[in-house]
């Protein structure tokens, strides 16, 4: 009982967490531009329609994080859609579940080898993760618990602002399937897998020191330095595994966003809450928007 029940609380963590995988692992992105380096509140207009807005959010269980800024509040009480990366729902939380498991009778253990299993195991055990549990995961999915902070409530940003947009009333879309999103991993080798898994582990002690520098960036919403604070982390890993990496769990997923977007933006009245580093860059939202020919400016 003890297992499942930290599984669980596992399995809801990580359904929010993908876009925010990026924040933990060390992966390159663009500079964010000093016009468009701080704030986490935008306003996205075009004429002759009502204004919608894109809020840049952080996976964290931090009380501060979750009482919504009066600006950030009058926004999302004023939109009728509410857009997030991906709908919140039981589907979601099952699919992620049975994605996160090797169904096929191999073990971790036998995949990695017992040095690297046996640093994986200790360092999940931190996160409240049983050894047991740890062998039946799929290496992509170690790399990902251990790249975040550990689970207490499971009430994280996304969380919150899906459940006020239920209680609300509001229309609840999402940008991505869950399947979209775990095809990231999916499609990785095994080789790559276990490349993931190493870097997670070899850094798992600087995790909890370089997530209280990201909140703390996001609480004083400077994306700017955000980009900084992973930059230079950079030093380390197989650059050419991160570089490919990184263009499937960032920049490709920011196109696709930019296009699924749009049918809400036309009508107006949206709020888009995406994981903040896909905001800023050459790439990120809030420049591929203008290209589009939208009006963005920041709120808070």
């Known amino acids: 009982?003890?297992?499942?029940?930290?599984?669980?609380?596992?399995?809801c963590n990580f359904s929010?967490?993908?876009?925010?995988?990026?924040?933990?692992?060390?992966?390159?992105?663009?500079?964010?531009?000093?016009?468009?380096?701080?704030?986490?509140?935008?306003?996205?207009?075009?004429?002759?329609?009502?204004?919608?807005?894109?809020?840049?959010?952080?996976?964290?269980?931090?009380?501060?994080?979750?009482?919504?800024?009066?600006?950030?509040q009058k926004a999302f009480d004023a939109s009728q859609a509410v857009v997030l990366?991906?709908?919140?729902?039981?589907?979601?939380?099952m699919s992620s579940s049975a994605a996160m498991l090797m169904m096929d009778g191999r073990s971790l253990k036998d995949i990695v080898?017992?040095?690297?299993?046996?640093?994986?195991?200790?360092?999940?055990?931190?996160?409240?993760?049983?050894?047991?549990?740890t062998d039946h995961m799929q290496p992509w999915a170690v790399a990902v618990t251990l790249s975040m902070p550990?689970?207490?409530?499971?009430?994280?940003?996304?969380?919150?602002?899906?459940?006020?947009a239920l209680q609300d009333?509001?229309?609840?879309?999402?940008?991505?399937?869950i399947q979209e999103q775990l095809d990231v991993f999916n499609s990785m080798s095994l080789d790559e897998q276990v490349l993931l898994l190493k870097d997670a582990v070899e850094h798992f002690q600087e995790m909890d020191v370089l997530h209280e520098e990201l909140l703390t960036a996001w609480k004083q919403r400077d994306l700017a330095r955000l980009v900084a604070i992973n930059e230079n982390a950079l030093a380390t890993g197989d650059q050419q595994f991160t570089e490919g990496f990184q263009r499937r769990l960032i920049v490709q997923r920011n196109y696709l966003m930019m296009e699924r977007m749009q049918s809400y933006l036309?009508?107006?009245?949206?709020?888009?809450?995406?994981?903040?580093?896909?905001?800023?860059?050459?790439?990120?939202?809030?420049?591929?928007l203008e290209q589009r020919g939208y009006t963005v400016s920041v709120v808070y």
């Open 150 to 164: 550990a689970p207490t409530t499971g009430q994280v940003l996304d969380m919150v602002l899906y459940q006020g």
């Open 266 to 288: 036309r009508q107006g009245k949206a709020f888009v809450a995406v994981g903040a580093l896909h905001l800023p860059g050459e790439k990120g939202l809030l420049n591929l």
């Open 16 to 72: 929010t967490a993908l876009a925010v995988l990026l924040l933990f692992l060390s992966f390159p992105f663009a500079q964010a531009g000093t016009e468009k380096g701080r704030g986490l509140l935008w306003e996205i207009s075009q004429p002759g329609v009502p204004a919608s807005y894109l809020f840049g959010t952080i996976h964290s269980e931090d009380p501060e994080v979750l009482r919504l800024a009066v600006p950030v």
């Open 85 to 93: 990366e991906v709908l919140l729902d039981m589907e979601a939380m």
């Open 169 to 177: 009333g509001k229309q609840v879309h999402g940008l991505e399937t």
């Open 113 to 133: 080898g017992d040095a690297l299993f046996s640093k994986a195991a200790a360092a999940m055990q931190v996160r409240g993760m049983p050894e047991m549990m």
């Open 1 to 11: 009982m003890r297992t499942l029940k930290a599984f669980r609380a596992h399995r």
